[in-house]
T-cell receptor, first 116, second 109 residues
Framework: DGGITQSPKYLFRKEGQNVTLSCEQN?????MYWYRQDPGQGLRLIYY???????QKGDIAEGYSVSREKKESFPLTVTSAQKNPTAFYLC???????????????FGDGTRLSIL | RKEVEQDPGPFNVPEGATVAFNCTYS??????FFWYRQDCRKEPKLLMS???SGNEDGRFTAQLNRASQYISLLIRDSKLSDSATYLC??????????FGAGTRLFVKA
């Protein structure tokens, strides 16, 4: 079955530690996204990538980093610089690129990150 | 003013009721509109796209009013399984997509 796989489902971070969240898709989608969701709030865009080896900052990129070495994979690293990392992290993908991209995004089932 | 605004609810309705959600958006250049459903502690799932002419999928009807910059979702004959948070999503094309904070719906027996 085609889909988006995020791992792990739950993750705990210690002070000063970097952690990496995995996102893999087999939908052959060009575009991939990372969002953060806090309780009672909408999704906020962290980073997005239109094609391999290219990615752009979203609205809240500080304290995060990404890479896009393969079309299928878009891992997110939460660095120690992110002082409030506790949230629900969602990875998404969509077809199409550029200004004509009006396709809906499809989500993985998320990773819950907490601070120890 | 938020770019996408929704009534947070919650909406508490009995089974079989008809319920409507509205969503307003501020960017008149917005091109694409969607409704997503999000169950508690789960990922959002696409419910339906919203087209200018309005569209229907079973018990669900979506409408777009570009002049007033709002979209709506109507759910007829509510089921217990419709209980969820409904997210309004607006895109200006490219990669600018804004998610509303969602409207919570509880359908009771």
């Amino acid at each position: 079955d085609g889909g988006i796989t995020q791992s792990p489902k739950y993750l705990f971070r210690k002070e000063g530690q970097n952690v990496t969240l995995s996102c893999e898709q087999n939908l052959n989608h060009d575009a991939m996204y990372w969002y953060r969701q806090d309780p009672g709030q909408g999704l906020r865009l962290i980073y997005y990538s239109q094609i391999v080896n290219d990615f752009q900052k979203g609205d809240i990129a500080e304290g995060y980093s990404v890479s896009r070495e393969k079309k299928e994979s878009f891992p997110l690293t939460v660095t120690s610089a992110q002082k409030n990392p506790t949230a629900f992290y969602l990875c998404a993908s969509s077809t199409g690129t550029g200004r004509s991209s009006n396709q809906p995004q499809h989500f993985g089932d998320g990773t819950r990150l907490s601070i120890l | 003013r938020k770019e996408v605004e929704q009534d947070p609810g919650p909406f508490n309705v009995p089974e079989g009721a008809t319920v409507a959600f509205n969503c307003t958006y501020s960017n008149s250049a917005s091109q694409s509109f969607f409704w997503y459903r999000q169950d508690c502690r789960k990922e959002p799932k696409l419910l339906m796209s919203v087209y200018s002419s309005g569209n229907e999928d079973g018990r669900f009807t979506a409408q777009l009013n570009r002049a007033s910059q709002y979209i709506s979702l109507l759910i007829r004959d509510s089921k217990l399984s419709d209980s969820a948070t409904y997210l309004c999503v607006v895109s200006t094309g490219g990669f600018k997509t804004i998610f509303g904070a969602g409207t919570r719906l509880f359908v009771k027996a």
